[in-house]
């Protein structure tokens, strides 16, 4: 049974720093691509960042580019997106997700999700 599993979201100020966790079981997953997404009410689910876990090369959306990090834990599958210099534009639901197809910017090409964890910056 695949799970994702995420950790890490909750209240910040704007400027301040949040690091998630997306624990992945289940699966073979070396041949994924393991990504972050976000959804804000009334908003479409955006990808944030993005990691290969077979080449280790990463997307960033142009709106996190300079700010967020992902990256993993080489003995585990697990994921990791350090946010930096929050806004609070920021503020959403943030999703983990596992894909091992494209166009990674669409989200029904992602077969596996976790839970979500909300993400909150006040200002």
């Known amino acids: 049974q695949v799970q994702l599993v995420e950790s890490g979201g909750g209240l910040v100020q704007a400027g301040g720093s949040l690091r998630l966790s997306c624990a992945a079981s289940g699966h073979t997953f070396t041949s994924y691509i393991l990504g972050w997404f976000r959804q804000a009410p009334g908003k479409e689910r955006d990808l944030v960042a993005a990691f290969w876990l077979s080449s280790g090369g990463e997307y960033y959306a142009d709106s996190v580019k300079g700010r967020f990090t992902i990256s993993r834990d080489n003995a585990k599958i697990t994921v990791f997106l350090q946010m930096n210099s929050l806004k609070p534009e920021d503020t959403a639901v943030y999703y983990c997700?596992?894909?091992?197809?494209?166009?990674?910017?669409?989200?029904?090409?992602?077969?596996?999700w976790g839970q979500g964890t909300q993400v909150t910056v006040s200002s």
């Open positions: 997700a596992a894909t091992n197809r494209g166009p990674i910017l669409d989200h029904t090409q992602w077969a596996y």
